[in-house]
């Protein structure tokens, strides 16, 4: 049975991923944004605070640079020994360190359909930092979408066919919900149905990862075509050696955290 819908709730920030720069297109009404990326795919999207509409104007898309996301993580390995360059000191006597500039660091936390056992395509919404995404095209982040530390963001993805979709991202606690309609995209199996905390790339550097708690996702299910659903019990549990585990707390919520 495919997966047609994705739903739960986590505590972060969010962003909307594609891949190619946006085109914008004339607004169909003051209160809807709409558009269309150079690889076919087009957007809609709708906004309230609290039940009142927020015009179109206030609705703000940016563009990310270069990020990959989705992919497991793979399987770690021991570092080869090296010639480590040598200081001497009359007092110090370890390691030391210096981050190059620039240097990024970042978490990702998002649910998703597909992106495992059908590689082709990856429809998911979340964060790092703010955001959504269908892979394999690229990133963008709904800027106007603010979300504070502690906060919930409830967040639901419905596959409508294997090529549209729609987003629903809510802030539960200052009300401001936004609806992402998405049509002509890769071509989804819905196979799969993701809960993860990622630690992505930016290009093709793999990005430190910032120390954090616990990230939940509660109220996680996934509906089934033509009926019935299935939770988190069961489900393969990613690790990242050293970095974070998962683990099933019923078949509803799910806890990642560093270990």
């Known amino acids: 049975?495919?997966?047609?819908?994705?739903?739960?709730?986590?505590?972060?920030?969010?962003?909307?991923?594609?891949?190619?720069?946006?085109?914008?297109?004339?607004?169909?009404?003051?209160?809807?944004?709409?558009?269309?990326?150079?690889?076919?795919?087009?957007?809609?999207?709708?906004?309230?605070?609290?039940?009142?509409?927020i015009p179109a104007s206030e609705i703000k898309l940016k563009p990310l640079e270069t990020y990959q996301l989705g992919n497991p993580?793979?399987?770690?390995?021991?570092?080869?020994?090296?010639?480590?360059?040598?200081a001497n000191s009359s007092n110090w006597c370890g390691s030391v360190n210096t981050a190059p500039s620039g240097k990024s660091i970042a978490v990702?936390?998002?649910?998703?359909i597909d992106g495992d056992s059908w590689t082709s395509a990856l429809l998911q919404a979340g964060s790092v930092c703010e955001r959504s995404v269908w892979v394999p095209l690229g990133a963008y982040a709904i800027t106007s979408l603010s979300i504070s530390p502690g906060q919930w963001l409830?967040?639901?993805?419905?596959?409508?066919?294997?090529?549209?979709?729609?987003?629903?991202?809510?802030?539960?606690?200052t009300g401001v919900n936004y609806n992402v309609i998405l049509t002509n995209g890769p071509t989804l199996a819905?196979?799969?149905?993701?809960w993860v905390v990622?630690?992505?790339?930016?290009?093709?550097?793999?990005?430190?990862?910032p120390a954090f708690s616990d990230v939940w996702f509660t109220y996680a299910s996934a509906s089934l075509t033509p009926s019935g659903s299935l939770g988190i019990l069961g489900a393969k549990q990613y690790q990242i050696p050293g970095f974070c585990g998962s683990e099933e707390y019923d078949n509803t919520a799910q806890v990642s955290y560093v270990p």
């Open 73 to 86: 993580p793979s399987k770690a390995t021991r570092l080869n020994p090296r010639a480590n360059p040598i």
């Open 154 to 173: 409830e967040v639901t993805i419905n596959a409508t066919s294997t090529t549209s979709a729609q987003i629903s991202l809510m802030n539960l606690h």
């Open 190 to 194: 819905r196979v799969n149905a993701n």
């Open 198 to 209: 990622e630690r992505p790339y930016y290009g093709s550097t793999l990005v430190t990862m």
């Open 1 to 53: 049975m495919p997966w047609s819908r994705v739903s739960n709730l986590i505590s972060i920030l969010l962003l909307l991923f594609f891949t190619t720069p946006i085109t914008s297109a004339p607004a169909a009404a003051d209160l809807v944004l709409e558009g269309s990326l150079e690889g076919g795919l087009r957007y809609s999207i709708t906004a309230t605070r609290k039940g009142v509409p």
């Open 108 to 112: 990702a936390a998002w649910v998703g």
